[in-house]
T-cell receptor, first 115, second 114 residues
Framework: AQSVSQHNHHVILSEAASLELGCNYS??????LFWYVQYPGQHLQLLLK??????LVKGIKGFEAEFIKSKFSFNLRKPSVQWSDTAEYFC?????????????FGSGTRLSIRP | DAGVIQSPRHEVTEMGQEVTLRCKPI?????LFWYRQTMMRGLELLIY????????DSGMPEDRFSAKMPNASFSTLKIQPSEPRDSAVYFC????????????FGNGTRLTVT
């Protein structure tokens, strides 16, 4: 069965530290990849997405992610985090096509930034 | 656009009662998803619709859960009878063209079953 793995459940960093959150998926076909962010008490919002083309995608607020097809990975990065980046981050993968497509979320990584 | 609208924002009910959660997707979106979020299980896909037709309900935990989408602008998720383990935040999300587009989430309904 298709799945999305986020190995880091809780990451604690100091401000200005660099961030990398891991995401791996298990599906051999064509995928669309997403990172969503959920700030405390809010709903999920799109951070960035990859459909095709340049495997390094840039999103909002200085985030970027790199799709490495051979590793089935789509890791999220930010060179210097801020306190306001405290949130939960979800990796998501779409498998299938058209009306059969299905979006699968990872379990999420909680990011805590120390001021 | 007002975004995806869910109601109620909070629901507290007693075990055994029927609970109905409501969702209005973004106009023009043809996919609607219901998710449940808990600390233990994260974000789980319960069911999704395409053009008002249920496509995959394999995530619906039990027969106590049912979902309908009578038209393009309204969907309900019903739990009957409710149990304490159903306590969670339920999110509705919609998108245009399914997996090729990002999801737009509502603010969620926080359900507490006592």
């Amino acid at each position: 069965a298709q799945s999305v793995s986020q190995h880091n459940h809780h990451v604690i960093l100091s401000e200005a530290a660099s961030l990398e959150l891991g995401c791996n998926y298990s599906y051999g076909g064509t995928v669309n990849l997403f990172w969503y962010v959920q700030y405390p008490g809010q709903h999920l919002q799109l951070l960035l997405k990859y459909f095709s083309g340049d495997p390094l995608v840039k999103g909002i607020k200085g985030f970027e992610a790199e799709f490495i097809k051979s590793k089935f990975s789509f890791n999220l990065r930010k060179p210097s985090v801020q306190w306001s980046d405290t949130a939960e981050y979800f990796c998501a993968v779409t498998v299938g096509y058209s009306s059969a497509s299905k979006i699968i979320f990872g379990s999420g990584t909680r990011l805590s930034i120390r001021p | 656009d007002a975004g995806v609208i869910q109601s109620p924002r909070h629901e507290v009910t007693e075990m055994g009662q029927e609970v109905t959660l409501r969702c209005k997707p973004i106009s023009g979106h043809d996919y609607l998803f219901w998710y449940r979020q808990t600390m233990m299980r994260g974000l789980e896909l319960l069911i999704y619709f395409n053009n008002n037709v249920p496509i995959d309900d394999s995530g619906m935990p039990e027969d106590r859960f049912s979902a309908k989408m009578p038209n393009a602008s309204f969907s309900t998720l019903k739990i009957q009878p409710s149990e304490p383990r159903d306590s969670a935040v339920y999110f509705c999300a919609s998108s245009f063209q399914g997996g090729e587009s990002p999801l737009h989430f509502g603010n969620g309904t926080r359900l507490t079953v006592t």
